[in-house]
């Protein structure tokens, strides 16, 4: 394997990542554009930036979307802010090789960022079962979510194929085998992989164990969530929550990864099912229970998801509140709630003022220890 580079948590086992999420605009199907994030400018991203590194009190980032553009003005000015990167490229339903170069390209620009002195890591992408096509049956990323969940309750995912994650798992690692190699040609830093915990992955091509904990598919007991993580140790390689989060209304938690499944999305503006009542004290409640677990589990770091999800927005009228969907911890108020493309500010959450308490008095461990 190579040379994990300098930036490696193998040469630097004191440092705790405590950070979150930011899509920069990711080319998902949501009906509301071709990116996730169809409203984007400098000053949105710096206003947004500041808030995870001086209100939140993060000390790392997970920089995520498809548009490279957006990937390096986004990680320039995380950097800028002084906050260690974890850049991440996500192209869904793309060809393996167009996934392929499109990883090279973020590698090198991690690496100049890297060798400026920036202290930034790389994953190779999140949860290829699902994004990336060819590893299991389904033509769209839906299609293989529904595949890999077909036993799970649902209404929006209709499987059309089964499979079987552990037979997935050669061909799964032989492309994550490829994605390392391309990754470790073009940076030299922190190399890791943000896999769902249905992924059976091989780690030795990777220095740490990025993993994207919301892809529960039911919730778990404190005991269980501890003998999951445990089950990474034999790795000995540093293991981190690439990510984690629920919704925002009561019961979300129950739902595991299914909190987002209470959109009607049948008519031309989603609505909201009946029977669901906003709740961001619960939302709140579930990150620090999280957190506790986390921090009982001897994780070497936690990345929240996410910060702000302009394709949930909130209103007022509750039949129209997609922002009770999204795992967000600020709130997206658009000038038009039915316009994807309308300016749009943001307000924090119950949930935002939580964790930034809880990494306030985190980093203050930090600095005793």
Known sequence: MAD??????????????????????????TGQGELSRTVWSRRQLLSELSLI?????????????????????????????????????????????????HLAETARLAESLRSQGAQISLTVGAVHLVFTPGLIAGEKYHDRMANIYAEEGHHLLVPTADVDV?????????????????????????LGYSAAPFEDVDWSPFDTINLMYQYLPKPLSRQEHLDLIEGYRHWNKPILIAEFGTATYQGAEQKGFFF??????????????????????????????????????????????????????????????????????????????????????????????????????????????
């Not at 994990?4 to 920069?24: K, L």
């Not at 994605?179 to 940076?187: I, L, P, Q, S």
């Open 4 to 29: 994990p580079g300098p930036n490696s948590a193998s040469e630097n086992p004191t440092r705790t990542y405590r950070g979150i999420a930011y899509d920069t605009g990711t080319n998902f199907a």
């Open 53 to 101: 590194s001086d209100q939140l009190n993060c000390n790392s980032v997970t920089i995520y979307g498809s548009d490279l553009d957006r990937l390096a003005e986004a990680a320039n000015a995380a950097v800028d802010r002084d906050l260690h990167v974890w850049l991440q490229p996500r192209l869904a339903d793309r060809p393996q090789e167009e996934v392929l170069e």
């Open 166 to 190: 552990a037979d997935a798992a050669p061909a799964l690692n032989e492309f994550l085998a490829r994605a390392a190699a391309v990754a470790r040609e073009n940076f030299s830093g922190e």
């Open 260 to 369: 987002w499944d209470i959109v009607d999305r049948s008519q031309p503006v989603p609505t909201i099912l009946d029977g669901y009542v906003r709740d961001e004290g619960e939302q709140a409640a579930y990150h620090l229970k999280m957190f506790s677990i986390f921090e009982e589990a001897g994780v070497d770091g936690v990345i929240v998801s996410e910060l702000i999800h302009p394709t949930h927005p909130h209103s007022e009228d509750r039949t129209f509140d997609l922002d009770m969907a999204s795992m967000a911890v600020v709130k997206t108020i658009r000038d038009d709630v039915e316009d994807p493309d309308s300016a749009y500010r943001w307000e924090p959450k119950e949930s935002f003022h939580a964790i930034a308490d809880h990494y306030a008095h985190a980093g203050f461990q930090s600095i005793l220890r």
